[in-house]
């Protein structure tokens, strides 16, 4: 039987250090509450996902979160970059016996339970799935095998991520689908009207 794994990574929830591009239109508390709700919508559109999953933390593990132990395996990023912190996280579930993994973030609002059960599913017939962002960057990218050079000499969060991602599969001439576009919550230009009450 397969074994499907996915990584969620998160930051901690403190002032001043999530959203912070938005927080410079909206305020750190504002910013906070905001990321709040995003954490909230990662883990309403995960927790029924009949696959492994693991919450990475970005600055150390809360026993005492929404996320429940019973149903999250929790862990701590690792790298001194996103690059290497996604390719030491990927490394450690193939490393635990998972034949597809697939990265998520916090920040995509758009995303739903459908689109992640469907990039599973791409799985079984390709090498990489890939969900691409407005922005430039990828809410979701998903993999059968660990590939560190996806995760090296990349400019994080700009807008080379995805055209240089994309570019490298080919290279490669690997399989692999793309999902829908969708939006990340960067800013208060990308807040969906669903948050908006939070700032008002």
Known sequence: ??????????????????KTRLAKSIGNTAAVAVYKQLLQHTFTITQHLMVDKFVFYGDFINGEDLWPCN????????????GERMKNAFELVFNLGYDKAIIIGSDCYELTTQILEEAFDELLINDAVIGPCNDGGYYLFGMKQLLPEFFENINWSTEEVLPKTVKMLKDLQLQFEMLPMLNDVDDEATLPEALKSIIN
Do not use: R, W
Request: net charge positive.
């Open 1 to 18: 039987m397969t074994k499907n794994a996915l990584i969620i990574f998160i930051k901690n929830p403190i002032e001043g250090q999530v």
């Open 71 to 82: 149903i999250y395996q929790k862990q701590l990023q690792h790298g001194t970059d996103l």
